[in-house]
């Protein structure tokens, strides 16, 4: 079920979509509807932040492995097929030279349009 907009004029649950009547505020016609309204709200938040993180879990673990071989830089699409996906990051600032750098975690990268390079561990300060 999408979720609805409470109207202007009338009083539809947000939840069943039963009309009811009450105050012209309220917005669901039972504390049972309310409460599954909410529950509903907390877990598709939760499911979304655990996508990101599983997200950002995987493209540590594929920048992890090029530092692991030594290599400080990879055409993106290859790391694409190692599950790598560049819209998702930490950090992001403008880095010397004019280029982008992003982070994800502790590992520091420039990207380029077709590649990655400079792949490297912050070390903290």
Avoid at 59 to 77: G, I
Avoid at 108 to 121: G, K, L
């Amino acid at each position: 079920m999408s979720y609805k907009i409470a109207p202007e004029g009338g009083n539809e649950c947000l939840e069943c979509g039963k009309e009811f009547y009450g105050r012209k505020d309220k917005q669901f016609c039972s504390l049972g509807c309310k409460n599954k309204w909410h529950n509903r709200v907390i877990q598709e938040r939760r499911h979304m932040r655990m996508e990101i993180v599983a997200v950002l879990t995987k493209n540590y673990e594929v920048l992890d492995a090029l530092l692991k071989d030594q290599r400080m830089s990879a055409e993106l699409p290859e790391l694409e097929k190692a599950g790598f996906n560049p819209a998702f990051v930490t950090g992001h600032r403008k880095g010397w030279y004019r280029h982008d750098e992003y982070a994800c975690f502790d590992i520091w990268y420039y990207r380029s349009a077709t590649r990655i390079f400079n792949v490297r561990r912050k070390v903290s300060d």
